[in-house]
């Protein structure tokens, strides 16, 4: 779990769990990829950053674990400002990562490849 604190006041902004391939809580990773799940920001924090900064500490975290990829699952009608800042950051679509966890609800795959370590 990563947690966006607003330094001056120690506010927490919002939260995202990190998740490896294999581990209990992984959905949709495969074997090299690392996903995250629930990011969530306060609606009175939106438009400071805060989801931003959880989704590049958590493609940090994956780079410095070696992994060749974050996936993540999105649902097909998030917020347009969700969309913007994962295509922003560079994620794509995946249609092989699509999937329904329950009837009429449908979530979309995205991935973001990470330079191969050296």
Known sequence: ??????EATGEVLGAVTFVLAGTPYAELSGPGEAEFRMLAVDPAAQ???????LVRACV????????SAVVICVRSG??????????RLGFVRLPAKDWSPLPGVDLLGLR???????
């Open 1 to 6: 779990m990563l947690v966006a604190v607003d």
């Open 47 to 53: 438009g400071r950053g805060a989801g931003s900064a």
């Open 60 to 67: 940090a975290r994956a780079a410095e674990l070696g992994c």
């Open 78 to 87: 998030m917020a347009a400002a969700a969309h913007r800042l994962y295509e």
């Open 112 to 118: 973001l490849e990470l330079p191969a370590r050296d």
